[in-house]
């Protein structure tokens, strides 16, 4: 072979070898081109008595060649060991940015178009008229793949499977069918992690089982890989490594699924689905609380009817807490920050809302001193209250303890010390009575809206020492404290001072 006849043939293998990567159908005609030459020299080889023909090296392709099982065909061990599909496929379908709703469509149709080939070749072996009952369905399910981006339906192309066993077909159309549930379902959880989160290891694992199983029914047929199926492989090996997760099956080559399992497969993955259906109709019941809650607050912030909104918030927010959603959920919270300093007496106050109040006292006990916000009109309650404890020092108990609020009471009532006792669900109470018992303090507040029942035993304290307990059901507003203060021992205070 001369030097320049090797070059070219050399640059002309190159050129084909990366065209093929990424034209599947070329890929197929090449392998078949291959398996063709090998029977030729075969016969050759048989004939002539030679034991075997001098290999010949070739120009190494720059784009590695394998990722995937060998195919399960003897001949297509002899051709290409270990070769399904190359791996710059990978650069060609652009995993990171694959549209799994178009993958879906094409597996679906992919499903129709193995069925369609069991049938078709089924009729032609029992001599059906190729031109009326063969032809217009070709021209039909075609036209369908045209309208998908990069939809080849091998199944269907002339140079395509055609293996003895019809019934293998069935398996190769209901992996398809499966491949797509899966994608379907892979694609719902993944746009909604926030609320899908718990399940999507299951849906990775019944992804990568699907397309495993796929390739298997692939392999039974002597077909070639299918793009889909590889393209579903990369999507989940990236998919996984970026959220750190591990798909424990059917990634390997040596733990290949069942692809006589597709309907079992099916069936887990609308288990899992209808799982999805449950958390979505919980989400809607949720959002349809949080508008009547919403709408319920919106009136308690214009004044209107606040004996009948209250309650009513109240109700909606234990409903909302029983159903699941968390005391510290951030549009519950932030909802019921706008109203919740003004909340007035309601009497007992069930556990769900009392826990939600408890996580809202927690958050405001970090939140920055809130800025550019209107100042309330002081009351004239709050001027009769500070001249009945100016200078003096009182002990708040209950919550979390919030500088800003805790200043703002002082400076209000133009206090000497206000002490605020923090207070924790099932904590003793021995732990106030040497605070009560301070000579210096004048009062003791009791913020009982987020107080354990059990606080009210203070109340002894309080009487051995002779300082006035007032009990606070509402907020920290200076205008609500002050109210409480003179309503429940204003004219006790009054007398001390005169």
């Known amino acids: 072979m001369s030097d320049d006849f090797a070059i070219i043939l050399e ?45 010949i090296p070739l120009p190494a392709v720059e784009t ?33 940015n694959v549209d799994l709703k178009l993958m879906e469509a094409r597996c679906r149709l992919k499903a129709e178009g193995a069925h369609w080939a069991a049938t078709r070749q089924r009729r032609l072996r029992e001599g059906a008229d190729y031109f009326t009952e063969i032809e217009p369905k070709d021209r039909e399910i075609i036209e369908k ?55 999507f290891e299951k849906a990775l694992d019944l992804g990568a089982e699907a397309q495993s199983a796929l390739r298997m029914a692939i392999d039974a047929i002597e077909g070639n890989a299918d ?28 733990d290949p699924a069942d692809a006589k399992a597709w309907m079992e497969i099916q069936e887990r993955i609308g288990k899992l689905d209808g799982g999805l259906q449950e958390i ?6 949720r959002q349809g609380r949080l508008q009547r809650c919403q709408y319920h607050v919106k009136q308690i912030r214009e004044g209107k009817n606040l004996i009948y909104n209250w309650p009513k918030v109240v109700e909606i927010v234990e409903e909302m807490i029983a159903d699941g959603i968390v005391p510290s959920n951030a549009d519950l919270r932030e909802l019921l920050l706008t109203v919740v300093e003004e909340m ?34 002081i009351a004239p309650q709050v001027k009769e209250a500070a001249r009945l404890l100016a200078g003096k020092s009182i002990v708040m108990i209950g919550g979390e303890r919030r500088l800003f609020t805790q200043e703002s009471l002082r400076s209000a009532f133009r206090l000497k010390e206000l002490i605020w006792i923090e207070t924790r669900e099932h904590q003793s109470i021995e732990g106030f009575e040497p605070y009560v018992a301070r000579p ?33 059901p509402g907020g920290y507003n200076p205008n609500q404290v002050a109210y409480q203060i003179l309503e429940q021992c204003g004219e006790r205070l009054a007398r001390s001072v005169e």
Not at 157 to 182: I, K, M, Q, T, Y
Not at 349 to 374: K, W, Y
Request: hydrophobic share 40%; with cysteine.
């Open 440 to 472: 210096e303090v004048i009062l003791v507040l009791l913020a009982i809206r987020w107080s354990s029942h059990s606080y009210g035993e203070t109340k002894d304290f309080c009487h051995r020492y002779g300082k006035p307990l007032v009990r606070l």
């Open 64 to 96: 590695p060649p394998v990722i995937f099982a060998p195919p399960v065909s003897p001949r297509h061990e002899l051709l290409a060991p270990r070769i399904e599909v190359p791996i710059g496929w990978a650069k060609r379908f652009e995993v990171a």
């Open 344 to 377: 007035p007496d309601l009497g007992e106050i069930p556990p769900g809302f009392q826990r939600v109040l408890c996580e809202i006292d927690r958050f405001m006990a970090t939140r920055l001193p809130p800025s550019g916000e209107t100042v309330q009109e």
């Open 145 to 199: 793949a045209k309208a998908l981006a990069d939809c080849f339906l091998w199944m269907n192309h002339s140079s395509g499977p055609n293996p003895r066993d019809l019934e293998l077909w069935e398996d190769v159309a209901g992996c398809f069918d499966a491949n797509a549930a899966a994608i379907a379902l892979l694609r719902e959880v993944v746009g909604n992690l926030e609320e899908y989160g718990p399940c």
């Open 280 to 285: 979505r109709k919980e989400k809607k019941r």
């Open 11 to 55: 640059a002309a293998v190159r050129r084909i070898a990366g065209t093929a990567v990424g034209d599947p159908e070329l890929l197929l005609l090449l392998r078949q081109l291959a398996e063709r030459f090998l029977q030729e020299t075969e016969q050759k080889v048989e004939t002539t008595g030679i034991d075997a023909a001098p290999s």
């Open 227 to 254: 793009s889909d199926q590889v393209q579903l492989f990369l999507w989940l090996k990236e998919t996984a490594q970026h959220h750190q997760l591990f798909i424990q099956r059917h990634m390997r080559i040596d």
